[in-house]
């Protein structure tokens, strides 16, 4: 295939370890000076806890060196899958949502002594009150470029990376959520730089699927300003976690019916490069495990699956989520989170590579 993409990998590097601790699901943002900003849910004891906290860390030398993690938010709950952006007015928006999934009994019970005991107290804490309070989907903003942020402001869907910027300075979140008590693929903007956010438009899935096999999707706006939108699938055969995409011709007001790709993966982070190609990142829960990523060069009519590019390998299915930015100097930073080497627990890692056009 003409002009078919290579990638020459420059580095990969652990960028935050927790000693002891559990961390994952990372998302990376550009600042308008030159900063790299990435968000994780940190301080975790496992993939389900009830202590996560949506945390941040930061890098000013494209991504060599790192300081010390911020919190952002920790609530009661287990604060999950933080997202970042900065909008065109320099607001950095950060996404997550809460879960009270540890403390179904079976997330319990197969925990440590002294662990369960510092679990149970803490879910004995949780009244009604607290649960109703905290739990759901959320944008938390800040204007100084993440010194203070801003009171936490509830959003109709979640998504692990969160929303994106448009070219007409609209923001828009594409998601999973409720709709009169049924799951949907939701579609949120907002217009006033994530102050307030209102459900636009749901995505059509085909008739004969099943909606919670549709999950973590993300968006990315290509140079004609059609939206290309991909999902996380998840069907009972796990050989057919394609990933699946709709595109929407509108600024996001109606998408096309939910297709398939040839993307096997999960889930999705894409961005336009300056090329105008789109870039596909995601995770490989199957050996040879690891991180992967794919071109579209057509605004995403194709994929060009016949050179998937690897990122890095992995030593189990405990991976992914990863994320990227393109730097000045065309090279594209990619964050993503699993075990380094023979480590027990997780950190976050980043490959730094260049794609030859």
């Known amino acids: 295939m003409a002009n078919e993409p290579t990638a020459k990998i420059i580095s990969t590097n652990v960028i935050c370890r927790q000693p002891g601790r559990y961390i994952g699901w990372p998302t990376i943002a550009r600042t308008h000076n030159g900063d790299l900003v990435v968000v994780f849910s940190g301080d975790r004891d496992a993939h389900i806890c009830p202590w996560g906290k949506t945390q941040m860390v930061r890098s000013s030398d494209g991504g060599k060196t790192w300081a010390a993690p911020v919190t952002i938010n920790n609530t009661p709950l287990d604060d999950r899958d933080a997202g970042i952006i900065e909008t065109d007015k320099g607001t950095l928006v950060v996404s997550w949502f809460t879960s009270l999934a540890f403390s179904d009994p079976g997330q319990v019970s197969w925990l440590p002594e002294t662990m369960r005991n510092g679990w149970m107290r803490h879910i004995e804490k949780l009244d009604q009150e607290t649960r109703a309070k905290w739990l759901g989907n959320w ?56 102050r307030s956010w209102s459900l636009l438009a749901t995505v059509p899935i085909p008739s004969d699927e099943v909606i919670a096999h549709y999950d973590e999707p993300h968006v990315v706006e290509a140079e004609n300003g059609k939206l290309v939108a991909m999902f996380r699938s998840e069907p009972k055969d796990r050989s057919q976690c394609f990933l699946k995409q709709s595109e929407s011709t509108d600024g996001g007001k109606s ?51 016949a050179h998937e590019i690897i990122l890095a390998g992995a030593p189990n299915d405990d991976l992914g989520y990863p994320a990227s930015v393109q730097l000045d100097d065309g090279s594209i930073f990619t964050v993503f989170y699993q075990c380094a080497k023979s480590d027990k627990n997780t950190c976050l890692m980043a490959t730094h590579w260049q794609l030859a056009e």
């Open 139 to 194: 944008i938390r903003r800040s204007e100084d470029g993440g010194k203070t942020w801003g009171v936490p402001i509830r959003n109709h869907v979640s998504a692990p990376h969160g929303p994106i910027k448009l070219s007409d300075k609209r923001l828009i979140y594409v998601g999973t959520g409720t709709k009169d008590g049924k799951g949907i693929i939701g579609v949120e903007e907002s217009r006033d730089d994530g």
């Open 255 to 305: 998408w096309s019916l939910a297709h398939k790709t040839a993307i096997w993966g999960y889930p999705p982070h894409l961005i336009r490069l300056r090329n105008g190609w789109l870039l596909v990142v995601y995770g490989r829960r199957m050996p040879p495990f690891g991180e992967q990523a794919c071109i579209s060069r057509d605004a995403g009519k194709t994929w060009d699956t």
